[in-house]
């Protein structure tokens, strides 16, 4: 038993409570952290812009064969790990061994892979794009790519990952196809939508043998990629999705142009301190001056296709006006582009602007200039580019 406590001795009590210590100054890594955890959302979007701006200077060739067999291992790797993290999710266990250790970090592979392909998507559709539908197209991957980096969207599951599956697969062929036949074409853009049917198909085929959930019908596994590869068909001959593997290097207007070996001699008005315009775009037209328009398209080796030429003067009571329509017929392989010249003769002042276009219509680039008479004999400036 516990000695008695002697008469008289005071009883024990809690010590008095110390004052809190003042909080010690938050050290540089302190503040970025809690900086970071105050801007998520923010965060999320510089990361994305950087990693978008890195890509579209490094990204190799759209039609590098290393970088064609990457993305399609990458599509490979892809459609095993969905398929393998659809059976543990269902089957409410981890595998064992090796096979667990390689599947434990799944999700992350998962969300990894979808990045990187429609980072590298959103840089081939960029360099595609013009107009104001193809920028929409733009917008909206944009929103996509950015929702896969956010926990919530991760957590709608399966219907999106078939969904960005089937947009990824399409994608995919719809510019592979074009670089191994050497030519555009709807029936080569609807072959590649109907291969990513068909991976969708076999895909809920495969995952419905290897695991037997009930659930996982075709409503769940198949409809939401369908849904996505209808709307890229509908998208397609609406001339929203850009013309995937061409991309405009360069367009502007010229007072003259003569190809040399390797270049071209561009003779412009355009002082060079107006470096942000193409040329004459103010075009200052004497009788007999041609309004020349010089074009750099990159097309992918052993490509020909045609693409056209199109003169529109705005007219200030019936709007843009058709004038002309010039074929050209482009050859692939150069690092800077296939060079192209069309010229226009019989003009009047006023708003212009040069369209150029596949053959189905579909844009890769346009420019507008404006034409104003010049009544003066004086003299003239030329300049000249090599490009």
């Given at each position: 038993m516990p000695d008695p406590v002697p008469a008289g001795t005071p009883a024990l009590m809690d010590p008095a409570p110390t004052p809190h210590a003042e909080a010690a100054p938050l050290t540089l890594g302190g503040r970025v952290t809690a900086w970071r955890a105050r801007h998520k959302q923010l965060e999320t979007v510089v990361f994305f812009a950087g990693g978008f701006c890195f890509d579209l200077l490094l990204l190799e060739r759209i039609d590098s064969r290393p970088m064609l067999i990457h993305q399609g291992s990458y599509l490979f790797l892809l459609t095993f790990f969905l398929a393998a993290d659809h059976h543990y999710s269902v089957a409410g266990h981890e595998a064992k061994g090796l096979w667990?250790?390689?599947?434990?970090?799944?999700?992350?592979?998962?969300?990894?892979?979808?990045?990187?392909?429609?980072?590298?998507?959103?840089?081939?559709?960029?360099?595609?794009?013009?107009?104001?539908?193809?920028?929409?197209?733009?917008?909206?991957?944009?929103?996509?790519?950015?929702?896969?980096?956010?926990?919530?969207?991760?957590?709608?599951?399966?219907?999106?990952?078939?969904?960005?599956?089937?947009?990824?697969?399409?994608?995919?062929?719809?510019?592979l196809l074009p670089v191994l036949a050497?030519?555009?074409?709807?029936?080569?853009?609807?072959?590649?939508?109907?291969?990513?049917?068909?991976?969708?198909?076999?895909?809920?085929?495969?995952?419905?043998?290897?695991?037997?959930?009930?659930?996982?019908?075709?409503?769940?596994?198949?409809?939401?990629?369908?849904?996505?590869?209808?709307?890229?068909?509908?998208?397609?001959?609406?001339?929203?999705?850009?013309?995937?593997?061409?991309?405009?290097?360069?367009?502007?207007?010229?007072?003259?142009?003569?190809?040399e070996a390797v270049e071209a001699r561009l003779t412009h008005q355009r002082p060079p301190w107006r470096f942000w315009e193409h040329g004459d775009q103010v075009f200052h037209a004497r009788p007999g001056d041609r309004v020349y328009c010089f074009v750099r398209v990159f097309?992918?080796?052993?490509?020909?296709?045609?693409?056209?030429?199109?003169?529109?003067?705005?007219?200030?009571?019936?709007?843009?006006?058709?004038?002309?329509?010039?074929?050209?017929?482009?050859y692939g392989g150069g690092e800077e582009g296939w060079r192209g010249i069309a010229y226009k003769q019989n003009y009047t002042p006023g708003e212009w602007k040069v369209n150029v276009e596949t053959d189905d219509g579909r844009e890769v680039g346009n420019i507008h200039f404006t034409v104003v008479d010049d009544d003066s004999t004086e003299p003239r400036q030329f300049y000249e580019d090599l490009r």
């Open positions: 667990g250790k390689a599947l434990h970090f799944r999700h992350e592979v998962i969300h990894f892979l979808f990045g990187t392909l429609l980072n590298a998507f959103l840089v081939f559709y960029f360099k595609a794009s013009s107009g104001i539908f193809a920028l929409l197209f733009m917008a909206a991957l944009c929103a996509v790519l950015l929702a896969n980096e956010s926990p919530r969207f991760r957590k709608l599951g399966p219907l999106m990952r078939m969904a960005l599956l089937g947009f990824a697969i399409t994608s995919y062929f719809s510019y050497g030519f555009l074409s709807a029936w080569l853009f609807l072959a590649a939508v109907a291969v990513g049917c068909a991976v969708t198909l076999a895909l809920w085929r495969l995952t419905a043998w290897w695991t037997r959930d009930p659930g996982w019908g075709f409503r769940r596994a198949v409809l939401p990629g369908l849904v996505v590869q209808a709307s890229l068909v509908g998208l397609y001959f609406l001339h929203v999705v850009p013309p995937v593997p061409l991309s405009l290097k360069w367009i502007g207007i010229y007072h003259d142009v003569q190809k097309a992918p080796r052993h490509f020909r296709d045609a693409l056209m030429v199109r003169w529109a003067w705005k007219n200030p009571k019936a709007g843009w006006t058709g004038t002309d329509a010039i074929p050209l017929t482009i």
